[in-house]
């Protein structure tokens, strides 16, 4: 059952550090990596060091000044093959995930179709690098503007898209001629590896070993390293808020730029008119997919008062009838939580609903059987609650009823986190209402769709405290090279702008 670790090259022990000869000898402290599907040790990582890290963006610094040197159509005829090897591993990178982070089959193997799509996206973009020219105020002066690859780019993942959201970054950067190092999370390492080795067997072929490279280590040790590194000119980082506030300071610090793409507390606004039938599966499938790791997920839903009882009911109804189980069984419909913490974390949140007078409609419970599993919940909420305000990582959905449309949408935006956003409605000024300037303020705006799921052919990111970043979508290229101002004289004199003079 578990032929696809060997298949990905997965051994029982692995190292924890790639760069442009393979992986290497690490010499950190060994970690033993549990599936939450079982409670089952699947393989151990040798973490990095600090020496490991070092050793590595050294590599990736000098890979870089060739590297940036191809032309980026070649940088894509490269990445083009990285989407066929990933068409290829499809099935065993999927159930990796699916094993390694506890996600239904299907979310596993549709997270490598992302990684796909993007590999596709980039090879576009790879003959699309363009920039603007300008006309000069000055005669016979030309403008134009020109972008030039960034360096080694840090990339931070989180263990929720373990494979999707360095695929996001990382296609898109080494096809503007940087290099990339990778830190996954240490609760989704192995995922990591496999990818790393799928991925890099291809530049290897290429004799472009070291363009990806990956370290896997503590955030005290390596994680640190990597932020306060002024080597990397733009780290992009995936995770908490919490973690995002401190990769932002200690980056900006050193003038240093950052993506972040952090917490979510995303809403649905379910209107009077709305198709209820596709407000329930949008609104499940955002509350409980990825058990409600995403950070996409849908945690608020707001329903006007007409329909409100009803569709609770209907809400309720939909909820129990959920399969929580073994994620890599067809019907299973709500896998594991990634951890033990998270279950604690869960457990914890529901205590504190009560205490603040949340009441539980339904689930609640952790679920008897070996691994991570909880009960999806339903609570119905009031804004007093000062937890629905806060992003808790698993399936608790809060419901609130409203009356006037704009009311609603105050209460969707009156959180800090501003990452997705919906609303269900069949009218068109509602919608309108919702996507004008006085609607959403969140990164992400859906109608007649859930919060979670989105494209890699638009931007994905948030604003306020998820972060501000943008990660994939038609110019996300641009976050991962430096633009550069070029003008040109083809004159014999030397005018000034401005109609500056300065004779000599
Ligand atoms: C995340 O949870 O960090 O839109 C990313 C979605 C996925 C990506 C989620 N395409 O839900």
Same mark, same amino acid.
């Given at each position: ?205 290429? @004799?472009?070993? +070291?363009?990806?490279? #990956?370290?896997? =280590?503590?955030?005290?040790? &390596?994680?640190?390293?990597?932020? /306060? !590194? ?22 900006? @610090?050193?003038? +240093?730029?950052?993506? #972040?793409?952090? =917490?979510?507390?995303?809403? &649905?606004?379910?209107?009077?008119? /709305? !198709? ?229």
């Amino acid at each position: 059952m578990r032929d696809f670790l060997t298949r990905l090259g997965i051994e029982p022990t692995n190292s924890g550090a790639a760069t442009t000869t393979g992986f290497l000898e690490t010499s950190g402290p060994e970690r033993s990596i549990t599936s939450p599907v079982d409670g089952s040790p699947i393989a151990a990582v040798r973490l990095a060091t600090r020496d490991d890290y070092e050793h590595v963006v050294v590599e990736a610094q000098r890979v870089f000044r060739g590297w940036r040197m191809l032309p980026a159509p070649k940088r894509g005829e490269i990445i083009r093959e990285v989407g066929e090897a990933l068409r290829q591993h499809k099935d065993d990178l999927g159930r990796l995930v699916t094993y390694e982070v506890g996600k239904v089959l299907s979310e596993g193997l549709g997270e490598i179709q992302e990684s796909i799509d993007m590999a596709d996206l980039a090879v576009g973009m790879s003959r699309q690098l363009c920039g603007l020219s300008m006309h000069s105020e000055r005669p016979a002066h030309r403008m134009y503007e020109q972008w030039h690859p960034l360096g080694v780019v840090g990339i931070i993942t989180a263990f929720n898209f373990p494979n999707a959201v360095w695929a996001w970054n990382a296609m898109v950067a080494t096809i503007a001629g940087d290099t990339t190092i990778w830190k996954p999370s240490l609760k989704a390492p192995l995922t990591a590896i496999a990818t790393h080795k799928v991925c890099d067997a291809v530049f290897q072929r290429h @004799g472009w070993g +070291g363009v990806l490279n #990956l370290v896997i =280590g503590d955030d005290a040790d &390596v994680g640190e390293a990597m932020i /306060a !590194d002024r080597r990397l000119p733009l780290i992009s980082a995936t995770g908490s808020t919490r973690m995002g506030r401190h990769v932002g300071q200690v980056v900006a @610090g050193r003038l +240093g730029r950052t993506l #972040l793409e952090l =917490g979510g507390n995303n809403a &649905v606004i379910v209107h009077r008119d /709305a !198709d209820l039938d596709l407000a329930l599966r949008g609104i499940v499938f955002g509350a409980c997919g990825t058990a409600g790791q995403r950070c996409t997920s849908t945690r608020r839903v707001f329903l006007h008062e007409s329909i409100a009882q009803p569709f609770l009911d209907r809400l309720v109804r939909a909820y129990q009838s959920l399969s929580v189980g073994d994620p890599l069984e067809a019907s299973t419909l709500v896998g594991p939580l990634i951890d033990e913490d998270a279950v604690a974390m869960y457990e914890r949140a529901l205590v504190t609903i009560t205490e603040q007078g949340g009441e539980i409609l339904c689930g609640g419970k952790r679920v008897a059987r070996p691994g991570s599993y909880v009960e999806p919940t339903l609570v119905r909420a009031s804004h007093e609650m000062s937890i629905v305000a806060e992003e808790t990582f698993a399936p608790i959905l809060y419901v609130f009823t409203y009356s006037d449309l704009d009311e609603a949408i105050a209460l969707q935006n009156s959180v800090d986190q501003g990452l997705s956003s919906a609303i269900f409605t069949d009218s068109f000024r509602a919608s309108e209402r919702f996507l004008s300037h006085a609607g959403s303020d969140c990164g992400i705006a859906n109608v007649n769709i859930g919060t979670s799921g989105a494209e890699i052919g638009g931007a994905f990111g948030g604003e306020k405290d998820t972060g501000g970043g943008r990660e994939a979508g038609s110019d996300s290229w641009k976050a991962y090279m430096r633009r550069q101002t070029c003008t040109l004289n083809g004159s014999a004199e030397l005018p000034l702008a401005q109609g500056v003079t300065f004779d000599l």
